[in-house]
């Protein structure tokens, strides 16, 4: 049977969640859905269960055993071995719903489209992270502009001409055509978290044809030992040090237009945005371990600090020593200044 969508899973020590997140690949109503599970070197029986999986279902499940390397890594060799004409990035503790590849292949093959975006949900089985289920409602939820047509550059554009919110970079909002991804190689930076900030964006950029769709299609999981709520300052300055210097090093290595050259500088400023928020939430101890790698890349950034907003300007003049703390006052979110 032709292989319509690789689902590719990168999971680390998920033995609590990988069997919902599986499962939920093989109930797709759309045939021809195999998952590519890929262990970074997990010790918790995961990596069993993951083998149990590609015996029982040969002919859809692939497994890839590695290394810890991270889960930009695991991505990378799982596309490497992906046949389906579409390609979807799954986190190993969320779900999908029966339709969501069938809804979404519909669509994308229907108008030849690179990327399609659509909407998820959150959800938990922990008490303690009710309030969160509640305040992260909303989030992933695609309202304006649904069903359009557009180019990736237009798309971003359009976005931080009209938008003063946070950038939906997230992998796992998209399904891909692969044969784009081949063409445009685009891969996730290795070895960091935030490998989404690089790889989100470029594709995008890269794009003809994207489209967003309003449908509900994924379960996004939260639960207090995942990355999301248990990474660690310097883990998140490297990330973001990575994906920032990738950036500025496409913007001063290439010849770009005026407005690609100004949409490139609007999009780093979220990276100097986070990594500055991040700090002002951390701990003494991890500040006095960061600061110095922070201070480090913003050397490249202060030549266009007169391009970032006025909150993130005054995060830069407080690392260069000009400016108290409790002036800094950023948002929560990046107010991106694309004017």
């Known amino acids: 049977m032709r292989t319509r969508v690789s689902v590719i899973i990168p999971f680390y020590n998920v033995a609590d969640y990988l069997p919902e997140c599986v499962d ?8 021809g859905v195999e998952a590519i599970l890929v262990d970074d070197g997990s010790d918790d029986g995961s990596e069993a269960l993951a083998d149990e999986y590609g015996r029982e279902y040969p002919d859809r499940v692939k497994v890839i055993h590695q290394e810890n390397k991270g889960a930009a890594v695991a991505r990378n060799a799982g596309f490497d071995i992906a046949e389906g004409d579409y390609v979807h990035f799954l986190d ?25 975006f659509f909407s998820a949900e959150v959800f938990s089985t922990d008490p303690l992270l009710s309030g969160d289920v509640v305040s992260h409602k909303d989030e992933f939820i695609i309202r304006s502009d ?7 550059r237009e798309s971003l554009i359009k976005f931080y ?12 909002r998209r399904l891909y055509n692969r044969r784009f ?47 999301m709520y248990s990474k660690k300052l310097m883990d998140s300055v490297l990330g973001y040090k990575c994906v920032y210097l990738k950036l500025i090093d496409f913007i001063e290595q290439n010849e770009l237009s005026d407005e690609d050259r100004k949409l490139m500088i609007t999009h780093s400023e979220r ?19 960061c600061r110095p790698v922070i201070e480090s890349y913003l050397e490249r950034a202060y030549k266009y600090e007169p391009f970032y907003s006025k909150p993130v300007q005054r995060g830069m003049r407080f690392f260069a020593g000009e400016l108290p703390e409790d002036e800094v006052k950023l948002p929560a979110f990046p107010f991106l200044c694309y004017e």
């Open 92 to 116: 190993s503790d969320d779900r999908l719903k029966k339709n969501a590849m069938q809804v979404l292949v519909d669509e994308a093959s229907s108008k030849d489209l690179d990327i399609l």
């Open 24 to 31: 939920s690949v093989l109930a797709q109503t759309l045939p």
């Open 271 to 289: 990276h100097i945005f986070h990594t500055i928020l991040f700090y002002l939430e951390a701990d003494e101890e991890e500040r006095r371990e």
């Open 181 to 227: 991804l081949e063409e445009c190689g685009v891969r996730f930076p290795d070895g960091v978290i935030h490998e989404d900030e690089h790889f989100g964006f470029f594709t995008q950029y890269y794009a003809k044809k994207l489209e967003q769709i309003s449908e509900i299609l994924l379960e996004r999981r939260l639960r207090r030992d995942s990355v």
């Open 146 to 152: 649904t069903k359009v047509v557009m180019g990736g």
């Open 161 to 172: 001409e009209t938008t003063k919110n946070e950038y939906p970079v997230a992998a796992w």
